[in-house]
């Protein structure tokens, strides 16, 4: 549909300070528990590797759309949001359009967002606009601490060499498209983010004759630890579960997730861990330039 409307015509340009009370007045019932971008529209603004634009129409905003580079070839995409006025108007894929025609211009090879199993309508703006779905991810929750550590998991603090060539050959590196996520976001590992996780505290592993048997991803944010990514001896996937519900009680935290491939033999595991399912996430690729290092996965 021809995004110009009778209201006037529809341009998208960067945004501005003055825009935030209109952004934020048509975000504010996104969702019954209210949405996001209120807490990151600052944040946004200022951020040296991100673009946040609107749509407007006489200069008003009437939608918002957010990138930034996870990579220097990967353009993450998210806060698509349009005024509930000017929905079905073809507004938001005015704004795809544009973000990743400005991550193209900059030397994205692909671009990637995710949604949730229930947004159908957001799924098929993916789809309209060239994004191919790439994996579901299953979200497992538990808020029901243990008392008693499980034995044989341990927080490495320290980047060992060859774990990124090891992690590499696991299957479950494939499984996950060699993404990890934080929740709501899925970024490459790298040689350089695997060491930096190490370094903060935030991959755990399992031994096995001295070596380092599976290996998982975890991040924390506002009272949640999140498995994002998990590979190695699957027997061992139950005690990394196991020990995330340990960290509920020792760490603060009210509750851990994990979001696991779709139809993964993971899947037991975790809930054998004791923990449920809560939700489905998709997450979408598009790609946008041809690129001699990419394989079947669309990794680069």
């Known amino acids: 549909m021809n995004p110009d409307t009778k ?3 529809v341009t998208v340009r960067p945004a501005e300070a003055r825009d935030k009370r209109v952004v934020l007045d048509f975000c504010r019932n996104t969702w019954r528990g209210g949405d996001y971008i209120p807490e990151v529209w600052d944040e946004w603004m200022s951020g040296p590797k991100g673009s946040l634009l609107v749509a407007t129409i006489r200069g008003i905003p009437i939608g918002l759309g ?3 580079f996870q990579t220097k070839d990967v353009l993450w995409l998210e806060g698509l949001r349009v005024d509930l006025a000017y929905r079905r108007r073809g507004i938001a894929g005015r704004l795809n ?3 990743t025609k400005h991550g193209r211009a900059r030397g994205a090879v692909l671009s990637r967002l995710c949604t949730s199993i229930q ?3 957001s799924q098929r703006h993916a789809e309209k606009v060239g994004f191919r779905i790439l994996q579901r991810f299953d979200r497992f929750d538990s808020s029901q601490p243990l008392t008693r550590k499980p034995a044989g998991v341990y927080q490495i603090r320290k980047y060992r060499t060859g774990l990124w060539r090891q992690i590499q050959r696991w299957p479950e590196f494939s499984e996950f498209r060699g993404l990890y996520s934080d929740g709501w976001t899925w970024y490459p590992i790298t040689p350089r983010g695997l060491r930096n996780a190490a370094e903060y505290s935030r991959v755990l592993v399992t031994n096995s004759d001295g070596e380092i048997s599976s290996l998982a991803i975890i991040s924390t944010d506002k009272g ?5 990514f998990f590979a190695g001896k699957r027997t061992q996937a139950e005690q990394i579960a196991r020990y995330s519900r340990y960290r509920l009680a020792k760490g603060g935290f009210q509750r851990v997730r994990a979001l696991i491939p779709h139809g993964s ?3 037991e595991a975790f809930k054998a861990a ?4 809560t939700n489905s996430i998709l997450v979408y690729q598009k790609i946008l330039r041809p690129s001699r290092e990419k394989n079947k996965d669309g990794r680069t």
Do not use: E, V
């Open 7 to 9: 209201d006037g015509r």
């Open 66 to 68: 957010h990138c930034y």
């Open 97 to 99: 359009r544009a973000l």
């Open 119 to 121: 947004n159908i309508a």
């Open 224 to 228: 949640r630890l999140t498995i994002g």
């Open 265 to 267: 033999s993971l899947t």
């Open 274 to 277: 004791g923990f449920k399912p």
